[in-house]
């Protein structure tokens, strides 16, 4: 891959990432912050561009405001290039600013977004000054639970069309903005307390002022505050950071800028509701071109979250089309006609491109079982034995019949003296006797199920005990054994469970009091064993039955005996109805007594010494 397509590649996921806020984000701020601003530029450009031919095609009256937003988006993009404002741009912007114009800048060293827009009112023509923050706090991003909520402009400032016409305001107002764009100012910058000391926070968001109460300020001289229609955003936004980065990855401010800009000029234009309904359809568009882009590109799991949020927002619409009054429905219809057949060929792509991918991944991961030959290869009819000669040597000179006792072996059982072949090493002996072992013990479990809790209570205590020793010593012997074996690890479960349904058959029989609570196994936990034998299946069927059988006695409680102290836990209803409830309420009656006792010793001893 040239760098050219691998820095394209770069900047898309970039794109995800600060368009859709997908879960996992990078750990350091990107190091094409220029690029990036750049490229969301050009989408909501593009963007714009397609609503307003489609626009044009079904002749709904709104080709004109889409051509408007158009060219406010061309002049953001050639104001802010770079990542900085430049004087000799404004000025030429300054000195052409119309009726249905908006500029759009964003003075990234001072963390704030300022939007110029020439305005009619019963004063005549001026210039309306609107600033706010870009990008929140660390600290409140962080403590958020979910999105931030912001009422945007911060403040506002109606300059007169005259004044703000005036050569000399222009220069100064045009040097100003360029200066504050590229140069940071320390009494503004995030602090940290440090040793005692404040010291500068260069991984944080600057202190907004300079644009929002300063300049602001400087123009309310010239003009007057004003109060325009608030816009209220749930504005998203995350802090990852990694060890080793300079600086933490945050979402891009100027994204932010531009969807605020675009969207305040799309309800001076439209009205405010008509306004908000044309900026959501939009950003639906900004992300369901991003997904056409990206189709080949992306992972699955990218995919499918942008794929999601696009229907989400769709959604959202068709709830909000329902609600809304009849005049502004028809705002959404049209709408949705305009843009209905180009978004669902988009998710309809997605959902195709996400399907080839989970065929392939299950194709790979399938295990092939290859066809059964008609006919046994020649050397399958061979056995090659060359470490078992003496033994097998030694078995053909033994006599047929032996005078010696009878050796019979319980079936599924290892010989007593079953030893490691001679033709093992040394250091193979420790591993093959664990294994010999734990094969041995498993069996004997086996083989010992079934028995009937015993019928006196203290033969039934002593079993209950010996059988959790049981269980510690098998998580002891297994541990680590069979971690590589899932079938080997689902018949230790299956032993360890057999053992606790046993231990719980004598804990009910002694306190039946635990019945009315969950045994904290659902039966269904078990379904991912992977049993190989037939009898080993009918063994969990067994344990799955009494696990349900045990939910179903305490009516699909879920309260456990390990939960903390509540109304009705099994602490509680022990103390006050088992049949040691008297013991231990006489128990605690002395216990009290014997607190009390002691208090008023106590006091008594206080008042003596302080007398």
């Known amino acids: 891959m040239n760098p050219s397509s691998a820095s394209a590649l770069s900047v898309l996921d970039s794109l995800c990432n600060h368009v859709a806020l997908p879960p996992r984000l990078p750990g350091k701020q990107e190091h094409n912050i220029d690029q990036i601003e750049h490229a969301l530029t050009d989408r909501l450009l593009d963007a714009s561009r397609t609503l307003r031919d489609l626009v044009n095609l079904t002749n709904n009256g709104f080709g004109e405001q889409w051509d408007c937003i158009r060219r406010v988006l061309q002049n953001c993009k050639a104001i802010n290039a770079g990542g900085k404002l430049n004087a000799t741009s404004l000025l030429t912007e300054f000195r052409r600013v119309e009726r249905n114009d908006l500029l759009i800048l964003h003075v990234a060293e001072q963390n704030a977004g300022l939007l110029i827009r020439r305005q009619h009112d019963g004063q005549g023509e001026s210039v309306i000054f609107e600033a706010f923050e870009a990008s929140p706090l660390s600290q409140t991003v962080l403590a958020s639970e979910n999105a931030l909520q912001w009422d945007f402009p911060g403040c506002a400032v109606a300059v007169p069309l005259q004044d703000f016409d005036n050569p000399t305001f222009q220069d100064n107002l045009a040097v100003f903005l360029e200066q504050a764009s590229v140069e940071s100012i320390k009494c503004f910058a995030a602090r940290t307390n440090k040793a005692g000391s404040f010291a500068f926070e260069s991984r944080n968001t600057v202190d907004p002022s300079l644009v929002t109460q300063m300049l602001m300020t400087l123009l309310e001289v010239n003009g007057h505050r004003t109060f325009p229609p608030l816009l209220r955003k749930r504005v998203r936004d995350d802090v990852c950071w990694t060890d080793g980065a300079e600086k933490p990855w945050r979402r891009c401010p100027f994204w932010l800028v531009l969807r605020v800009g675009v969207q305040r000029h799309l309800g001076t234009l439209l009205g405010g509701e008509t306004g908000r309904v044309h900026y959501k359809f939009l950003i639906?568009?900004?992300?369901?071109?991003?997904?056409?882009?990206?189709?080949?590109?992306?992972?699955?799991?990218?995919?499918?979250?942008?794929?999601?949020?696009?229907?989400?927002?769709?959604?959202?619409?068709?709830?909000?089309?329902?609600?809304?009054?009849?005049?502004?429905?028809?705002?959404?219809?049209?709408?949705?006609?305009?843009?209905?057949?180009?978004?669902h060929k988009t998710i309809q792509k997605a959902n195709d491109r996400i399907e080839v991918a989970w065929t392939g991944f299950r194709k790979s991961i399938q295990r092939r079982i290859p066809p059964l030959p008609r006919h046994a290869e020649w050397r399958d009819l061979y056995l090659t034995l060359p470490n078992s000669a003496l033994y097998l040597q030694q078995v053909l000179t033994e006599?047929?019949?032996?005078?010696?006792?009878?050796?019979?072996?319980?079936?599924?059982?290892?010989?007593?003296?079953?030893?490691?072949?001679?033709?093992?090493?040394?250091?193979?002996?420790?591993?093959?006797?664990?294994?010999?072992?734990?094969?041995?013990?498993?069996?004997?479990?086996?083989?010992?199920?079934?028995?009937?809790?015993?019928?006196?209570?203290?033969?039934?205590?002593?079993?209950c005990m010996e059988l959790a020793t049981k269980i510690v010593t098998v998580l002891d012997a297994t541990a680590g054994a069979y971690d590589s074996n899932p079938e080997q690890k689902s018949i230790m479960l299956l032993t360890v469970m057999e053992l606790w349904v046993s231990m719980d058959e004598c804990a009910t029989t002694l306190f039946s009091l635990l019945k009315d609570y969950n045994p904290g196994f659902p039966p269904e936990i078990l379904d991912v064993l992977q049993i190989p034998r037939f009898q080993d299946m009918c063994r969990l069927q067994k344990i799955q039955a009494y696990l349900q059988d045990r939910h179903t006695t305490c009516n699909c409680c879920r309260m456990t005996i390990f939960d903390d102290p509540a109304k009705g836990c099994f602490a509680e209803r022990?103390?006050?109805?088992?049949?040691?409830?008297?013991?231990?309420?006489?128990?605690?009656?002395?216990?009290?007594?014997?607190?009390?006792?002691?208090?008023a010793r106590k006091a008594e001893q206080w008042q003596k010494l302080s007398r």
């Open 284 to 343: 639906c568009l900004v992300i369901a071109r991003l997904i056409d882009e990206t189709l080949d590109h992306l992972s699955p799991e990218l995919l499918a979250f942008l794929k999601a949020k696009l229907c989400r927002r769709l959604v959202k619409l068709e709830v909000d089309k329902d609600r809304s009054s009849p005049t502004l429905r028809t705002v959404y219809e049209c709408m949705f006609k305009t843009l209905g057949a180009l978004l």
């Open 399 to 463: 006599p047929l019949h032996s005078n010696g006792r009878n050796q019979s072996f319980a079936p599924n059982r290892l010989p007593e003296d079953y030893g490691v072949s001679a033709a093992a090493t040394k250091n193979l002996r420790p591993f093959a006797n664990r294994y010999f072992s734990l094969s041995k013990m498993e069996t004997e479990i086996e083989c010992s199920r079934g028995a009937a809790p015993p019928a006196s209570n203290i033969s039934c205590e002593v079993q």
């Open 574 to 599: 022990y103390f006050n109805e088992s049949q040691d409830s008297q013991r231990l309420q006489a128990l605690q009656q002395r216990i009290e007594a014997a607190a009390e006792l002691g208090r």
